[in-house]
């Protein structure tokens, strides 16, 4: 089994910073997965957020390109999405998901975290 515990959200203005992270563990683990986060908002779809590849090769959606960074430590299994110029719009629960097919597409991901909610108000 595999379990992944996001962290580190709140409640932040408009413009302001956050910092999530997400801490893997589990026997079937495997350093190889590709790391994701995505979001969903109230009444809509799970949407792609930004993902990472074993070897650091980082994916972002166009809305936030600029503003996170997605970074990861294989050695503490650990990943990391620091948010900056956050909007009302970036307003979800936020998860962490490990994939080890593709990096973009919802159902590559085979282990989901429990969910972190941002909130940014204007």
């Known amino acids: 089994q595999v379990q992944l515990v996001e962290s580190g959200g709140g409640l932040v203005q408009a413009g302001g910073s956050l910092r999530l992270s997400c801490a893997a563990s589990?026997?079937?683990?495997?350093?190889?997965?590709?790391m994701g986060w995505f979001r969903q908002a109230p009444g809509k779809e799970r949407e792609f957020v930004a993902g990472?590849?074993?070897?650091?090769?980082?994916y972002y959606a166009d809305s936030v390109k600029g503003r996170f960074t997605i970074s990861r430590d294989n050695a503490k299994n650990t990943v990391y999405l620091p948010m900056n110029s956050l909007k009302p719009e970036d307003t979800a629960i936020y998860y962490c998901?490990?994939?080890?097919?593709?990096?973009?597409?919802?159902?590559?991901?085979?282990?989901w975290g429990q969910g972190t909610q941002v909130t940014v108000s204007s």
């Open positions: 998901a490990a994939s080890d097919a593709g990096v973009t597409n919802t159902r590559a991901y085979k282990y």
């Open positions: 990472i590849s074993w070897t650091g090769n980082p």
């Open positions: 589990g026997r079937t683990f495997s350093r190889y997965y590709t």
